[in-house]
C-alpha cells in the first residue's frame, strides 16, 4: 500500500496567519493527490483534486501544490471557519490511502 | 447540485451483515467518468477507504476488508451499495458514499454500531 505521511497531526494559528500542510507519498503517485476538510460530526468537503485544483465552490484562499512524491495544501489568509482536520488522499493506485489527517486550531 | 444519500441500519450485531445504500440525485451514474465509492470512519480516528466500484462494474476492495466486502450498483435506481459480512465492534462507525469524478462528493454520512 502506498502511505500518505501528513504532517503537523495538529496546529495552532491566527486569523490572517498563512498555514501550510504537508503530505508525502511513500512512493510516485504523479498528481493524483486529494486534499478535504472535515468539521465535527460532518462529512469532509472536497477541496482540491489532482494535486493542484480548486474544487467549485471552494474559497480561493486554499490552494495546493506538488508532482511525485510531495505535496502541500496552503491556506492563504487563515480565516476562523476554517477550523477543522484536514487530510490528503492518493488515488493513484489501489487503496486509496489517506494521511491521518491534521488538525487545525484557530487561537 | 448533486446529492449522495446514504441508507441502512443504524444498529447492526455482531457476526451479521452490514448493508448500506447509497442513492445518487442525478443521472451520473450512467457516465463512464465516475467512480463510486465507500468510506469509514471509526469514532475519534480517521478515514478509511473501503472500496470502489467503477461504470462498467469492475470493484476495487481494501485488501484488509476485501474477504468480508462487497459493493455493488444499479444503475435503474441510481444506487450503489456496500455490504460487510461478519462484523465486530471494530466495524463501528461513520460510513460515507462518495462519487469521484474531478473532485469528490460527498455523501452526509451515516453511523453505524456494532452491538
Known amino acids: 500500500d502506498i502511505q500518505m505521511a501528513q504532517s503537523p497531526s495538529s496546529l495552532s494559528a491566527s486569523v490572517g496567519d498563512r498555514v501550510t500542510i504537508t503530505c508525502r507519498a511513500s512512493q510516485d503517485i504523479k498528481n493524483y493527490v486529494a486534499w478535504f476538510q472535515q468539521k465535527p460530526g460532518k462529512a469532509p468537503k472536497s477541496l482540491i483534486y489532482?494535486?493542484?485544483s480548486l474544487q467549485s465552490g471552494v474559497p480561493s484562499q486554499f490552494s495546493a501544490s506538488g508532482f511525485g512524491t510531495d505535496f502541500t495544501l496552503t491556506i492563504s489568509s487563515l480565516q476562523p471557519e476554517d477550523s477543522a482536520t484536514y487530510y490528503c488522499?492518493?488515488?493513484?493506485?489501489?487503496?486509496?490511502?489517506f494521511g491521518q489527517g491534521t488538525k487545525l486550531e484557530i487561537k | 447540485q448533486l446529492q449522495l444519500q446514504e441508507s441502512g441500519p443504524g444498529l447492526v450485531k455482531p457476526s451479521e451483515t452490514l448493508s448500506l445504500t447509497c442513492t445518487v440525485s442525478?443521472?451520473?451514474?450512467?457516465?463512464?467518468?465516475?467512480?463510486w465509492g465507500w468510506i469509514r470512519q471509526p469514532p475519534g480516528e480517521g478515514l478509511q477507504w473501503i472500496g470502489t466500484i467503477s461504470y462498467s462494474g469492475t470493484t476495487s476492495y481494501n485488501l484488509s476488508l476485501k474477504s468480508r466486502v462487497t459493493i455493488s450498483k444499479d444503475m435503474s435506481k441510481n444506487q450503489f451499495s456496500l455490504k460487510l459480512s461478519s462484523v465486530t465492534a471494530a466495524d463501528t462507525g461513520a460510513y460515507y458514499c462518495a462519487r469521484r469524478g474531478k473532485g469528490y462528493v460527498w455523501g452526509q454520512g451515516t453511523l453505524v454500531t456494532v452491538s
Open positions: 442525478d443521472d451520473s451514474m450512467s457516465s463512464p467518468t465516475y467512480f
Open positions: 489532482a494535486a493542484i
Open positions: 488522499q492518493q488515488y493513484h493506485s489501489y487503496p486509496h490511502t
